[in-house]
T-cell receptor
């Protein structure tokens, strides 16, 4: 086990709604990244947080936002949901000095 | 930005045979190359990784090779077992990009008993 947990495991929303996904990292892992994995594809980098500040972003619009908290938990928020947002959302954590990222089990989001 | 291509997309082998999955990357500055195994309903699990200052790394039945000149790296699994059946992803990253991982499209490995 990686020690990274995510909630909820599954979620169904309708187009236009907002959603918040949660991740809890291992103690000491001060860097968290979020990835979107569409069905049958590899994960795509959304953004990364280091010590509660965003320090890297992939090709995702501003309606994807995040927060990181001092207790090694983090959130991914998506506003104005679109059908294409349906995917598995993964968080991955590591210490700032490591390259190895440890993934959680993911949250499967379905937008209808 | 970085682009990672992975082949084949599906691979079927007989139990006990070897399996090889190949990836190419585009950014010569990439210096870290992990491989992940993803089982149904689970997140990716790191199985082995290699850094650009090393050409080969082995861990029991799993090995990874890296050719920096050609910008490709490969995963080798020997003596495959049914529990090796999963989707495998290669990825690449570089330190000055905050270690953002760029993933390949995945290979579905099926090991037939």
């Amino acid at each position: 086990e990686t020690g990274v947990t995510q909630s909820p495991t599954h979620l169904i929303k309708t187009r236009g709604q907002q959603v918040t996904l949660r991740c809890s990292s291992q103690s000491g892992h001060n860097t968290v990244s979020w990835y979107q994995q569409a069905l049958g594809q590899g994960p795509q980098f959304i953004f990364q947080y280091y010590r509660e500040e965003e320090n890297g972003r992939g090709n995702f619009p501003p309606r994807f936002s995040g927060l990181q908290f001092p207790n090694y938990s983090s959130e991914l928020n998506v506003n104005a949901l679109e059908l294409d947002d349906s995917a598995l959302y993964l968080c991955a954590s590591r210490t700032g000095l490591q390259e190895t990222q440890y993934f959680g089990p993911g949250t499967r989001l379905l937008v209808l | 930005g970085e682009n990672v291509e992975q082949h084949p997309s599906t691979l079927s082998v007989q139990e006990g045979d070897s399996a090889v999955i190949k990836c190419t990357y585009s950014d010569s500055a990439s210096n870290y190359f992990p491989w992940y195994k993803q089982e149904l309903g689970k997140g990716p699990q790191l199985i082995i990784d290699i850094r650009s200052n090393v050409g080969e790394k082995k861990d029991q039945r799993i090995a990874v090779t890296l050719n920096k000149t050609a910008k490709h790296f490969s995963l080798h699994i020997t003596e495959t077992q049914p529990e090796d059946s999963a989707v495998y992803f290669c990825a690449a990253s570089k330190n000055n990009a905050g270690n953002m991982l760029t993933f390949g499209g995945g290979t579905r490995l099926m090991v037939k008993p």
